[in-house]
């Protein structure tokens, strides 16, 4: 295959990919559905745990029952379309992500020389996404993360569609400064904490909206939460989920930023920290994430002011990523302006030469 | 370690009430409640959120450090802000003094919070896991069962199985009693202790680089030679404590440099690689001459000092001739690419000419072509070099003994040759052609094109220190991290017989067994570990579960 047929099966790959994600979104929608209607608390608790049980031993062919005429059989065909529907959106889901993976692993192909797909936006946001996804899928099972397959699949759905009609570039060789084994594992580890604190601010958000809920119904005198939210976990496990998956990330972005990081910047441009735009919104990020575990730990700032800490680093997270590669082209790390790294000065500026890079 | 935890922010609070009392508010006790204050949690939370805030401004405002160009723009462009930014420090926020400010209370705070955990830490290691509560019954996550086992034997079963991964609480000789202590994970709190020591690590080392390192630039010319000296540099940036006598003796020489260029594709036009081969002495002078291929990504040490390619450039050979036929100027010239077609700006002065100055600029196309009758470079590998420079004659100001850039012509006394057209003069150049200068002031010749590299020379003491910190840092975080510190006690009591509440109204005598588990971390499963924990106990076969009372 020449390099210009890689390109084009990545980018057909992807394409298929965004729309069998969509099928899984519509298949979490319809399942999330089924779960508004009323006295479907009782129900929605059990087909929970089917749900992991089923996805958890491989998921064979959905069986629904037919449905017949008595009540408590009329109850359980409900609880099994639920069942089906959560379980056809994974299997989608599943499907996307190998495709999804085959137009990442095309788009590295297509490259000359070879490499690893991140040279640009389009590239960071596929490859970004992937991760969710992936991280999603592993750790479904360990953390009973059925409650959060719309919202992760309906995010990756539109990361997708943002790199499919926004950011997306012809394949092009990586410039001279970012071909480096360091910038590799920069990368890598970037967008792995990347994935894991987007799902662990997905979790802050429900937790967040639940307890909303909660408080809500509380003040309802005591109702009871019904539709979704009554199948998301507990607010204290919901807590506990996203240190856990903020506790994995925080490592690994540490790795990639204070040392990864440093150690590809020292080598290509001499300096290990110059604190330029994208290195001092990646410290920002980080100094917000140890506020977070701080929070965790102390008493009265664990729950609500621990979530809300959690979404300010993934703001913050995030507007690294966007906004700073958009606003600001003084950047090293701009995607947007290919070779400035080894540029000497636009302008001959009074005095001495100074570096622009 | 919550129950740790709940200890300092109690304190503060304490205090603050105490010294509501007038009178008992004396100096001492202000400073100590200040400094219990300053080292608390919450404070800590506070300090790390204010030092998020004030790393923002420098990302949005150029930082002379990071792109003093960018710093130049913004003054001209907002000369009414610019005094106040300049008090502030908003061009050098990481290097201000109120960026200081909080990232030293924040030292501080982290030393007060830290070293009394350490000598706690140092006397709790010691420790034995403490004796099980009187009422195992009232600790949150507890569970009991019955045993047909001794309590002796259960016991010892449960010795055994929480062996392997706790330490135990001894028993002394002659003692008897009636449960098993047993406590694991103690290093999590060590690898906090790390990870926050490792911090203060981390800074010492950058202030070493930064106080004692220093950073410089130079452009060197293909085929010439750099001499480590301080005059050599085109920039030069010491840190506050660096001493001239810190610098290596070395130089080198840049034997060849080659780039290759993207000529098809989306980005064609882009250079792929870049290489310089050096020729270099450590002591310069005297001992063998090293060869070295410098590239990005791939510096050159000599001594302590290192040395980067960052950039490069062209350097048209240009050769003034007087109205004498004195040679007034040769060389190759050094040009700045303005942006990334590498359409190049440069200056040429020859204040010896006679019978007047000369002095020549403007700009260098590496591929020329005329676009819609414009000039232009159209890629910006050296396919096609072509010079274009307007000639000026006059005083150029050099005689004055103000220092003057390389890269400017001052043309304010100078003045600027025509055609006979009125038009300005321009020169356009093919390597190898001459042109005359009207009014038999001479000629000029290109010669040739050289290429240039910019290197970035610098020390940074203390790297490794980073680098050591940095990793010993996340050591102590991933142990903070992931390591559950858990309590467990087991008991095990005979109960008389036929007081089962199985209602079984069996004569055997029975054992009770209690356990319970104290999840110091607050964030594990602590019901699956609990389950986990009596499954193997009580082995895979024996009898049923009780319930949780
Ligand atoms: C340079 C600033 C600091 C950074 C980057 C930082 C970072 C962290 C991180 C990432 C953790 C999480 C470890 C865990 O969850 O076990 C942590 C825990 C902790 N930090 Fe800091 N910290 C800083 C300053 C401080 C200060 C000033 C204090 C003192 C008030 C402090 C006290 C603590 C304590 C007591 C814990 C343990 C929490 C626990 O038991 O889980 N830290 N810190």
């Known amino acids: 295959m020449t390099n210009a047929d890689w390109g084009t099966l990545s980018d057909h790959a992807i394409g298929a990919a965004g729309i069998i994600y969509f099928l899984a979104l519509l298949s979490h929608l319809i399942e999330w559905s089924m779960l508004r209607q009323p006295k479907g608390a009782a129900v929605t608790e059990r087909s929970t745990e089917r749900v992991g049980q089923l996805v958890g031993s491989g998921g064979g062919a959905p069986v629904a029952e037919p449905p017949r005429e008595d009540e408590p059989s009329e109850r359980r065909t409900r609880e099994e379309k639920v069942a089906f529907w959560g379980r056809l959106g994974i299997l989608l889901t599943i499907l996307a992500a190998v495709v999804h993976f085959v137009g990442l692993f095309a788009r590295g192909m297509a490259a000359d020389p070879n490499r690893v797909p991140w040279g640009n936006m389009y590239e960071f946001t596929i490859t970004g996404s992937f991760i969710v996804i992936v991280m999603y899928l592993a750790l479904y099972k360990k953390f009973r993360l059925d409650w959060m397959s719309p919202l992760v699949v309906g995010f990756v759905v539109t990361m997708l569609m943002v790199a499919m009609l926004v950011l997306h570039e012809a394949v092009a060789p990586l410039t001279d400064a970012l071909s480096s084994y360091w910038l590799v594992i920069h990368v890598i580890s970037a967008a792995i904490a990347t994935g894991a604190f987007t799902l662990g601010g997905i979790t802050s958000i429900v937790y967040l909206v639940k307890l909303r809920a909660e408080r809500k119904a509380a003040a309802a005198d005591g109702a009871e939460l019904t539709g979704w939210l009554a199948r998301v976990p507990g607010l204290e496990a919901l807590d506990r989920v996203s240190y856990r998956v903020h506790a994995f990330a925080f490592p690994v972005w540490t790795f990639a930023v204070l040392i990864s990081g440093p150690i590809w910047a020292h080598q290509a441009w001499s300096r290990y920290w110059n604190w330029d735009p994208k290195e001092v919104w990646a410290f920002i990020t980080w100094v917000v994430y140890a506020c977070y575990l701080h929070a965790r730990a102390t008493a009265g700032w664990k729950g609500r002011n621990a979530a809300i800490l959690a979404l300010l680093g993934l703001a913050t997270l995030w507007f690294n990523f966007i906004g700073i590669n958009y606003f600001n082209s003084s950047s090293q790390h701009s995607y947007a302006e290919p070779g400035v790294h080894v540029t000497a000065p636009h302008q001959a500026p009074l005095g001495s030469v100074t570096v622009t890079r | ?549």
């Open chain 2, 1 to 549: 370690m919550s129950d740790e935890n709940k200890g300092p922010q109690r304190r503060p609070a304490e205090s603050g009430a105490r010294s509501v009392k007038a009178g008992e508010l004396d100096l001492r006790e202000l400073a100590r409640w200040t400094w219990r204050q300053l080292c608390s949690m919450r404070t800590a939370i506070v300090l790390l959120l204010l030092l998020a805030l004030a790393a923002v401004p420098g990302s949005v405002i150029p930082q002379s450090g990071v792109n003093a160009q960018g710093v130049t723009q913004w003054k001209q462009a907002h000369p009414k802000l610019t005094p106040l930014y300049e008090r502030l420090d908003l061009f050098s926020v990481y290097g201000s003094p109120w960026f200081a400010a909080v990232y030293l209370l924040l030292t501080i705070s982290l030393v007060g919070c830290i070293v009394p955990r350490l000598f706690v830490y140092f006397r709790a290691f010691r420790a034995q896991p403490p004796a099980a509560p009187a009422n195992l019954g009232r600790l949150p996550a507890q569970t009991s069962y019955d045993s047909e086992q001794t309590p002796e034997e259960v016991l010892a079963h449960a010795r055994q199985v929480l062996g392997r991964r706790h330490r135990l609480r001894k028993v002394g000789d002659g003692d008897t009693v009636d449960y098993v202590a047993a406590e694991r994970g103690q290093l999590r709190e060590a690898g906090n202790l790390i990870f926050h020591l490792s911090v203060l690590i981390v800074l010492a080392g950058f202030a070493m680089g930064s106080l004692f390192g220093y950073q410089g630039g130079v452009i060197v010319v293909d085929g010439t030679t750099f001499t480590n000296n301080l005059t050599q540099y085109d920039d030069f940036n010491p840190g506050g404590l660096f001493h001239t006598s810190q610098m290596n003796p070395f130089c080198f020489t840049i034997d060849k440099y080659a780039d290759q260029w993207l000529t098809s594709g989306p980005r064609a036009g882009m250079a792929t690689k870049f290489k310089a081969d050096v020729g270099y002495q450590d002591d310069c002078g005297k001992g063998p001459t090293k060869k070295y291929d410098l590239e990005v990504n791939h510096p050159l040490d000599i001594g302590s000092t290192e040395v980067f390619l960052i950039g490069h450039g062209y350097a048209p050979v240009i050769t003034v001739r007087d109205g004498q036929g004195h040679v007034a100027y040769t060389g190759p010239t050094v040009f700045l690419p303005q942006d990334g077609t590498f359409l190049s700006y440069g200056v040429v002065k020859a204040p010896a000419a006679k019978p007047s100055e000369i002095g020549l600029d403007g700009v260098f196309y590496p591929t020329y072509a005329a676009v819609h009758g414009n000039p232009m470079t159209v890629f910006p590998n050296d396919l096609n070099p072509r010079l274009a420079l307007f000639a000026y004659t006059g005083n150029l100001g050099l005689d004055s003994g103000a220092p003057q850039s390389v890269y400017v012509l001052d043309k304010a006394h100078a003045t600027q040759l025509k055609q006979p057209n009125g038009m300005p003069l321009r020169l356009d150049l093919k390597p190898g052609q001459t042109m005359r200068l009207p009014g038999g002031l001479g000629s000029v010749k290109f010669d040739g094109v050289k290429k240039w590299v910019r290197v970035q020379i610098s020390q940074t003491p203390g790297t490794h220190i980073v680098l050591g910190g940095v990793v010993l840092g996340l050591i102590g975080l991933c142990g903070s991290l992931f390591i559950r510190p858990r309590r467990i006690w087991v008991r095990a009591r005979r109960r008389p017989a036929g007081d089962s509440d199985g209602g079984q109204g069996d004569t055997m005598e029975r054992t009770v067994v209690e356990v319970a588990v104290l999840d110091r971390s607050g964030n594990s499963e602590i019901a699956e570990i609990l389950d986990g924990l009596v499954e193997s106990l009580r082995g895979p076969t024996k009898g049923q579960k009780k319930g949780t009372p």
